[in-house]
DNA sequence: TCTCGAAATAATAATCATTACGAATTAAAT
DNA sequence: ATTTAATTCGTAATGATTATTATTTCGAGA
């Protein structure tokens, strides 16, 4: 996923195009990673001073909705990374040192055989947290 | 678990026993779900109107610690419950509308087969998420 | 039972992430 | 170029969690 199919399908979903916006998206294609709200207001604070969490916030959900990002929960704060659809669902392992992640293709809930008759699955969760081959 | 088997491990660690841990405790015993941080606090605050915050968090924490409650993350909240080592390590369906869980044997740490050489694990996490039964 | 020191609590303030809102600006359709 | 709704800015509010300090309480030992 590069910028401009991102921008391309924000305009497909009616979606204006904003310096900011093309600016988030680049930190995203740059860094494979998780990445929190508060660093991405820091990086693009070097080409506008003025963007406020508000724009950061809006965005990163609107991106989010529609799959362009993939949010989850890092110690209190929601972090965000590029939603890889290349190669389909997926699960990460999660480095505590320095946020990088390694996809694992396994996905618990193909093999699952417990009884969850009678419960509507909406969503699972599979994280793998430690340190990764660099900061080990 | 029950209350006085909780206290007794507490003694052992070198922790005093307080009416207001007893309280904490009596709630977790009582409900087998997970309970946010403010839940404890309203519940608490029928007893002894004046606990705040810092002796929730601290206690909870502190009960965490010492393996007597286990923690999430749910929307943001912190939540804990009863740690039931009965049947050892598991997971849990959670309930999107009630919080209700129920266990699930299954753990995908088990049939994993991924290259994870290199990896240093430290934890897991693995969550379903949807409606129970009830809330159907 | 009484005393004392350590541990725990209460009351409050501070911090941090997130959300909200009105006014001003901007993209893009006509 | 004009119009209009989307977007952003600036700032303030909220809500969960953490920190601080003075006071109280637990419980071991005299």
Redo the contacts with the bound molecule.
Sequence with gaps: MNVETALQR??EK????????ERILEIFVKQDQYI???EILKEIQND????????????L??LTDVDILEAT?LG???HFRLGCDTHGHHHHFICTTCGKTKSIEFCPMDSINENLHGYDVENHKFEIYGKCPQCH
Excluded: H, W
Aim: proline residues 3%; without cysteine; charged residues 35%.
């Design positions: 924000l305009k009616g979606f204006k195009r904003t310096k900011q916006r929190a709200a508060k506008f001073p003025g963007v406020s969490y508000d724009t950061i916030y809006r965005n959900y609107m929960e209190g704060e929601k």
